[in-house]
């Protein structure tokens, strides 16, 4: 590490802080809208993705209004004693902020506790009864509502997209189009998937520009610092992981009954990891999961819908351990989605007789949210020291497989249209390990005052913090400046939600078909 003197420092930082100083308040959206907001402002937000990911920034008194679901999908949070806490600790609000969330005007009543899930307000006229209290929507989600502009239209309330699933291109989504709607993608092509990182720092410019220099500068580069500690605890582990010939596969399942015999089977959909932002950031750490290209010629037959039966070719229709040795996927280890992971939960030896998968016998399984939970630092923290405990003690269980050597933020493997060929996972290179959620590591050599150069050729937030720290110029800026080594993240294929007129939102069939167990 590289250290640099006071005085340096200042020469060369101080018209950066006055251009950040005099813009604040400042934010530019996910569909390129320029808003400038005032200290007085009061804002409305989905409660997990938006007001959580906020309130570990420091937003709270600004926040009024929520809606959709506190939990992740599947959870038995109660909302009402969260102390008993829930299956999902890694990803769920804990009591002091469930505690917080009660203090809100709740726009979902109806589904705000449903584990089968909820996005939206119960209904329009909830929006408008509190309407005098909402200067803002603050749109953190993946664009897939059509209400949004049906909101603004019936109660003047400007909506504030940040874009959880792709980078901003004006080319990606729609906007102000008579035909299409709101946030609706435009081109996928042109659509490159977020992960973590960079939802988190778009929100942590959010912040910054909501709460001027009240913004929590500490509880953010606290936060970043775990962040950081975590993702490098998290690849360390993938690096032996990979060494050991370890794979992993994001899915989603259901137990079905057969219509003409009445016994059930179980079926998984494949996922590929260019979708969602969890898969995302754990195959940019150094995760070995395996793809399955979607629209490949090699799963036409099969689709993205895989029973038992087709998951076990030797089996012949009859499964059991003794037939379980050339599996369709050479899984060592399940990622499933939280709310179909109560399959696994609730079910687990029924599961085992009809899908008898070597891992899956094995115990060596796991949940992730999709399209669920907190966006901040604290979320990625959290949800990589699990992800680090459950995959630490996992074997393989097949044999070894080559890995492809391809960067993990790529067209090829973040973008629609992209993804490896099926059983195919990316090799593990330092190299091209997400350098962002490396940055911002607290370390012994970091004194207030001095600039740390770090690995990606930024600074850190906490060496920010010491420049801003007994200045004149607005602490909150110590937050936007957030060094970005790229545009990338989590591309979705999910099929777009769309909002009815009236009444709640909760995840149909239409969208997870196959999880509807």
């Excluded at 793809?291 to 998951?311: A, M, N, P, Y």
């Excluded at 091209?432 to 600074?459: F, P």
Aim: proline residues 4%; glycine residues 8%.
């Amino acid at each position: 590490m590289m250290k640099i003197t006071h005085s340096h420092t200042l020469k060369w930082i101080l018209p950066f802080l006055l251009l950040v100083a005099a813009e604040a308040g400042e934010f530019t959206d996910d569909l390129g809208r320029t808003f400038n907001f005032k200290k007085s402002d009061k804002f409305g937000t989905r409660a997990a993705t938006g007001a959580l990911s906020l309130y570990r920034m420091g937003i709270e008194d600004q926040i009024t209004s929520i809606w959709g679901l506190w939990s992740i999908r599947g959870s038995n949070l109660d909302v009402d004693n969260p102390a008993l806490g829930s299956y999902f600790p890694d990803a769920d609000p804990v009591e002091e902020e469930v505690v917080w969330l009660h203090t809100k005007n709740n726009l979902s009543p109806e589904c705000y506790t449903n584990p089968r899930g909820c996005f939206r307000w119960d209904d329009i006229e909830l929006v408008k009864q509190y309407q005098d209290e909402i200067d803002y929507i603050l749109f953190i989600d993946n664009g897939g509502d059509s209400g949004m502009r049906t909101v603004t239209t019936e109660t003047g309330i400007p909506v504030v997209f940040i874009d959880t699933f792709y980078e901003y291109n004006v080319e990606c989504r729609h906007l102000d189009h008579p035909e299409e709607n709101d946030y609706s993608t435009k081109d996928k092509t042109k659509c490159f998937g977020r992960s973590m990182i960079d939802i988190a720092t778009r929100i942590e410019e959010l912040a910054v520009a909501i709460a001027g220099d009240d913004v929590n500068v500490k509880q953010i580069e606290d936060d970043r610092a775990l962040a950081c500690e975590s993702a490098q605890k998290f690849t360390d582990m993938m690096k032996v992981k990979q060494g050991e010939g370890l794979r992993v596969m994001t899915t989603i399942n259901a137990i079905k009954k057969d219509s003409d015999t009445g016994e059930d089977y179980f079926e998984i959909r494949t996922l590929d990891p260019i979708d969602l932002w969890v898969p995302r950031t754990l195959e940019e750490l150094g995760m070995p999961i395996l793809h399955h290209d979607e629209g490949s010629k090699t799963l036409e037959d099969i689709s993205t819908r895989v029973t038992g039966s087709q998951f076990f070719p030797d089996c012949n229709g009859v499964l059991s351990e003794s037939c379980n040795n050339n599996p369709l996927y050479p899984v060592d280890f399940w990622l499933i989605d939280s709310r179909s992971y109560l399959n696994i939960l609730d079910n687990e030896e029924v599961v085992k007789a009809i899908f008898p998968d070597k891992a899956m016998l094995a115990g060596q399984h796991w949940h992730y949210a999709r399209n669920d939970g907190p966006l901040s630092y604290h979320a990625i923290h959290r949800m990589l020291d699990e992800m680090t405990k459950r995959l630490s003690t996992a074997k393989r269980m097949h044999p070894t497989t080559p890995c492809t050597a391809i960067d993990p933020k790529t067209t090829v493997t973040a973008q629609e249209g992209g993804g490896l060929d099926r059983n195919e996972y990316i090799c593990y290179n330092e190299e091209l390990i997400q350098k962002e959620y490396l940055t911002g590591c607290k370390s012994k050599d970091l004194k207030t005052g001095a600039i740390v150069e770090t690995e990606s050729k930024g600074l850190s937030t906490g060496a920010i913090v010491g420049i801003v720290i007994g200045s004149t110029v607005a602490l909150g800026i110590a937050g936007v400046v957030l060094w970005r080594v790229r545009g990338s993240g989590n591309a979705g294929k999910p099929k777009e939600e769309k909002a009815p007129s009236g009444g709640p939102v909760i995840e149909s069939f239409g969208e997870d078909e196959v999880v509807d167990a």
